[in-house]
Every structure is written in C-alpha cells, then in structure tokens.
C-alpha cells in the first residue's frame, strides 16, 4: 500500500506511551512511533461527542482509535479534474455528472456481490488492485441501486462499497484519472450529508497547508447507521496492519515459540470477543463504542509486544510484580458486587453485568496464561515482569467499568 502512502509508519515500533485512566467505561491509550506522536483517545462518555465533532482533526481515517491533531485541511494535487475551487455547495451540483463509459455496461446482479471492494483497494487480506477494486464497486453501485440488500458473506461492504469507494477512487486518482466532481456525485450517492461534510472541508483547500494523505469519505460520515460500517471498516485495516507485523516476527522464532505464539494469537481474539461482552451496549453507538474499545486492546497488545521484541521490558517495582493478582482480585470483585446490584431495566439498557463481567474474565485468564507461556520461551528472563504488567493492564481496564447507578 506504499504506492498510496496509506501504511503512514508501516514497519515502525511504537515506544511504549501507553496509559489507562480511569473513568467511565474508556480509556486513553497515547502511542508513539519514530514519525511522531499518535494519540488514541476513547472515553465512552464522550464518544458520541468525538465523533459527532468534524473538527478533531477530520479523524484522518483514525476513525474511533485516532485524533489528528493538526493537518487538518486537504491539499489537492495538481492534474486532470483535480481542482476544488468552485465547487458547488450540494449534491444537486453533481447529478448531471456524466458517468465513465464502463458504468453502462454493468449489468444489475441478481443478488448483491460479494467481491468487497474496499479490500482490493486498501489491499486488506489481498494485494492492493485498483482496477479489481473499481470492477467490484461498479457491481456493488449496481446492487445498491437495485436495492439488492446486504450480502452476509461481506457485510460491511454494503455500505463501504460501490459509491462510496468509487468516490475514493475518483478522488485520490487511485487507478483513474482524479476527478473531483465525479467522486463527488458518488459520495452524494453514499450518504447526501456525508458528502456536504466533505464539500465544507474541500472548500478551504484553497488555504495553504498540509495534507493528512489521501481522501476517505468515511471520515466525513454523518450518520450513526454509515459511521458503524465504516468503523468495521477501519477496524479491518488495522486488523490486517496489525496481523503483518505479527507475520514478520514468525521467521526469527524457534518451532516451539512459533507454536507459542499462534496460541497467544489465538487467546488474544477469544479474549477481544469476550471484551464485548464488558462493554456497555447501551445506545445507538454500541457497535462503534464496543470495536472502539476493542481497538484499544488490540493496540495495546501490539505495542507491548513491539517493546519486549526491543528488549524493551517493564520497570516494575518488586512489591508490585508481587501486588498485581491480589489488586486486580480485589478490584475484580467490587466490580462484582456492584455489577450485581443493578436493576432489570438497566441491565434491558446494556448495562454491563456481573455474568458477563465474569465470562470476559475467563477469557482474559487464558490469554494471560497464553502471554506466560509465550513468554517463558521468548523472553525466559522477564516473565514475572511480563505476567505483572500484563495484569496491571488488566487492573487498570477493570476500574474503568461502573454500574448504571454511578
């Protein structure tokens, strides 16, 4: 993905910058890497807020795990229709654009595709491949026009698919010639509003600035239904981001720490899927609110592991590598107690509860056990360090959580 400069500091190792602070239901977690400072800020009290605010920073694509700070404005390349001065304020500017030739000889699928075209575009699971991506998204156009309904062997496509990733496309130049009122209508297609956040951000391009890289419209989407799935979609780009550095540690490894290592892995996703279930599923932004939080483990797991591949290892006082279990016990069964004392109707809301509290517990047990095991034949020396520092994560996580009645 080099050839579009979407990886950012692909191959960098993130310093350890990590904190977890208390409150209601979130965490901030802050990385570093060589290239700079990146802040990943998730407090579920005021998510809504962050997200509903266009002026963090325009998200950069960081949606829900990262706020830019800075280059906020867009700078548009010379070239083609690559102009943005002039453009007009709404969507009914941009229905008379005249379509490509190729768009008229795509016939309407009888039933919505499964070609998911982000993933060629973004190169997720795949290599980077413009002109399959476009294919794809002209049958995907096709379908939503039709009404075909969602595919349910890719189901973020649905919505982060045909318009919208033509209108991506259209407007980086990404395999065509860039042509910014084209990609407008296609964003109008996507979600009208959406489109009228991105014009209003367009029109101070004439301003001198940095660019934050190429454009994505699901920076820009306005509602809760578009943000969900495009959520799922930044989630699916760090996933693959994150499963590529796990692959290029595999060929220093021994048989038995490969083996190790694919076990943790493998305890690590148990533990994110039983995360879920500890996270407050009140709202309409329980989807984004959950992979939000999931994002931040997933994170943390990275980077922890980045550091200890450094010889990079915790500094923990010996009285608290000895404290760690018995302060996550006892914080364990506050919360347990409290979790227990909530009524039927906020547990109806999405109230974390006690049972769930418990079952995420189990999982994060044998993901400890996983991190022990691993670490024992990686790092033999520091694995009371590791298995401390990997439960005081956990401690931290567990005071972030609080009954509706707090």
């Known amino acids: ?53 266009r002026n963090l ?22 070239g083609g229709q690559s102009t943005t001065t002039g453009l007009g304020a709404d969507c009914s500017a941009y229905e008379s654009v005249p379509l490509p030739a190729e768009a008229e000889s795509v016939p309407v699928p009888k039933t919505a595709p499964a070609c998911a075209s ?30 075909l309904g969602q595919n349910q062997k890719e189901p973020v496509a649905w919505v982060v698919g045909g318009s919208l990733i033509l209108a991506d496309m259209y407007f980086n130049g990404a395999g065509v010639k860039r042509d910014v009122r084209l990609a407008l209508r296609f964003a109008c297609e996507s979600e009208e509003e959406m489109a009228k956040l991105a014009l209003e951000d367009l029109a101070k391009t ?42 290029s540690l595999k060929p220093s490894m021994s048989a038995d720490q490969r083996a190790a290592f694919e076990k943790l892995l493998a305890a690590q996703d148990a533990y994110i899927e039983a995360h879920a279930r500890e996270v407050d599923q009140g709202g309409t932004i329980r989807a984004i609110r959950t992979m939000g939080s999931q994002a931040i483990l997933k994170d943390l797991f990275r980077t922890e592991l980045a550091r200890f591949e450094r010889k990079k290892w915790p500094v923990l006082a010996d009285k608290l590598v000895g404290a760690a279990d018995a302060l996550l016990d006892r914080e ?32 994060w047990e044998a993901y400890r056990d996983a991190w022990v095991g691993f670490a024992r034949l990686r790092y033999p020396s520091e694995v009371d360090q590791i298995r401390a520092e990997i439960t005081l994560d956990r401690y931290r996580f567990v005071k972030t959580i609080h009954s509706y009645g707090d």
């Not at 950069?60 to 010379?78: D, K, M, S």
């Not at 491949?129 to 096709?142: G, L, M």
């Not at 364990?332 to 079952?359: I, P, R, W």
């Open 118 to 147: 982000y993933r060629s575009y973004r190169g997720i699971g795949r290599p980077v491949n413009y002109a399959e991506a476009r294919a794809c998204a002209w049958k995907e156009r096709a379908a939503q026009g039709a009404n």
């Open 57 to 78: 920073g325009k998200r950069a694509f960081g949606f829900l795990t990262a706020v830019v700070v800075g280059c906020c404005t867009i700078v548009v390349g010379a």
């Open 332 to 363: 364990l069964k506050m919360k347990l107690v409290d979790l227990g004392k909530q009524t039927e109707e906020e547990v109806g809301e999405g109230a974390v509860t006690s049972d769930n509290l418990s079952k995420a517990e189990t999982a």
């Open 1 to 53: 993905m080099s050839e579009r400069g979407f990886e950012g500091h692909a191959g960098e190792k993130p310093s350890n910058v990590l904190d977890f602070r208390p409150g209601l239901g979130g965490m901030v977690v802050g990385e570093r890497t060589h290239g700079g400072p990146h802040l990943h800020l998730i407090h579920m009290a005021t998510l809504q807020t962050m997200i509903c605010d």
């Open 206 to 247: 004439d301003r001198k600035s940095r660019t934050a890289g190429p454009v994505e419209f699901c920076d820009y989407a306005a509602t809760t239904f578009t943000e969900n799935f495009c959520s799922g979609y930044e989630s699916e780009v760090e996933d693959d981001r994150r499963s590529r550095y796990y692959d």
